[in-house]
T-cell receptor, first 114, second 115 residues
Framework: DTEVTQTPKHLVMGMTNKKSLKCEQHMGHRAMYWYKQKAKKPPELMFV???????INESVPSRFSPECPNSSLLNLHLHALQPEDSALYLCASSPSDRVRTEAFFGQGTRLTVV | AQTVTQSQPEMSVQEAETVTLSCTYD???????LFWYKQPPSRQMILVIRQEAYKQQNATENRFSVNFQKAAKSFSLKISDSQLGDTAMYFC????????????FGTGTRLQVFP
């Protein structure tokens, strides 16, 4: 199994809603990532979890709240988002933060904030 | 700080022909990884090929090969026998060998393969 699975694939939410994005991998990877990608732009790193601990927060607004319940799961909780937060949110995983190899990406969640 | 530059926003190629995508980067590191990722309309970022900076031999994966020039900080991707399924956005990316989890992406090159 070399997949990173993200749900939902599409999400439309109002600015007062609370929603969560989910990411799952069963490759035994110990590093997991959230990226944000706007149209025709490269992905921008948001958060990194290493061995289930938050290791990097790229100064992301607090309306985005990551959570890593276990080594296979990564969530991104969303609250009071703005229309400019509409984007493709990509999850990725890699074997470890001590062994540098490629990251495996999910298909992303297309988020629209109305 | 590391930067990755892709100077070709768009490229096109006819099916079965060869195309080369350019990438340059700037770093003071000596050990690092370089990657080419492909993002088709399905949105998933798919690893095409990777190169370890300490390896002099250029990486090859089937129809995909790289020309890695470490001194020039250049990392181009050659796609041979282009196929319609190669149509996608291609991102060049850099990663330090140690102490960071960051992939630094270039701005991407949109490749269109025509029949």
């Amino acid at each position: 199994d070399t997949e990173v699975t993200q749900t939902p694939k599409h999400l439309v939410m109002g600015m007062t809603n609370k929603k969560s994005l989910k990411c799952e991998q069963h490759m035994g990877h110990r590093a997991m990532y959230w990226y944000k990608q706007k149209a025709k732009k490269p992905p921008e790193l948001m958060f990194v979890y290493s061995y289930e601990k938050l290791s990097i927060n790229e100064s992301v607004p607090s309306r985005f709240s990551p959570e890593c319940p276990n080594s296979s799961l990564l969530n991104l909780h969303l609250h009071a988002l703005q229309p400019e937060d509409s984007a493709l949110y990509l999850c990725a995983s890699s074997p470890s933060d001590r062994v540098r190899t490629e990251a495996f990406f999910g298909q992303g969640t297309r988020l629209t904030v109305v | 700080a590391q930067t990755v530059t892709q100077s070709q926003p768009e490229m096109s190629v006819q099916e079965a022909e060869t195309v080369t995508l350019s990438c340059t980067y700037d770093t003071s590191e000596n050990n690092y990884y370089l990657f080419w990722y492909k993002q088709p309309p399905s949105r998933q970022m798919i690893l095409v090929i990777r190169q370890e900076a300490y390896k002099q031999q250029n990486a090859t994966e089937n129809r995909f090969s790289v020309n890695f020039q470490k001194a020039a900080k250049s990392f181009s991707l050659k796609i041979s026998d282009s196929q319609l399924g190669d149509t996608a956005m291609y991102f060049c990316a850099f990663m330090k060998l140690l102490n960071t989890d960051k992939l630094i992406f270039g701005t991407g090159t949109r490749l269109q393969v025509f029949p």
